[in-house]
């Protein structure tokens, strides 16, 4: 099984934020600055065993991603988290929940996310 995570968020310090999570975790980091970057890296090489995407990006949004994903028939078993600074819910409307699909506030501290990350892993 892959140890690599993919993390896509324009937000440089976030993405700080979710490597050294992911990599206490033991898990290798890709890092993506926009979904178009990480739809690119899932195509280049697919094998990984998380996505962590943020909602609010660029020229690709979270949604996207995670809709790429889903309908790709190689990618939809992936567990993908959708990580947000908006305190609500009312960004999240539209994303499908499944049993694949995490959300997680990034501003909710790093305890938060690597639960987040191990719950997402099933460990």
């Known amino acids: 099984m892959s140890s690599r995570v993919l993390i896509a968020d324009d937000d440089r310090d976030a993405r700080v934020l979710w490597a050294a999570v992911a990599e206490a ?3 290798t ?3 993506a600055e926009d979904g ?9 090489n697919p094998d990984f065993a998380l996505v962590i995407t943020d909602v609010m990006m660029p ?3 979270g949604y996207e991603v995670l ?4 309908e790709d028939e190689g990618l939809k078993h992936l ?3 959708v990580s947000t600074s ?3 819910t009312r960004g999240l409307t539209g994303i499908p929940v499944d049993d694949r699909t995490f959300f997680v506030n990034k501003a909710s501290g790093l305890d938060n996310m690597r639960r987040g990350i ?6």
């Open 25 to 27: 975790e033991n898990l």
């Open 29 to 31: 980091v890709v890092e």
């Open 36 to 44: 178009r970057e990480a739809i690119e890296a899932l195509k280049e």
């Open 59 to 61: 020229l690709v949004d």
């Open 67 to 70: 809709k790429f994903i889903r």
């Open 79 to 81: 567990p993908v988290i």
């Open 86 to 88: 908006d305190r609500t």
């Open 118 to 123: 191990t719950s997402a892993l099933g460990r």
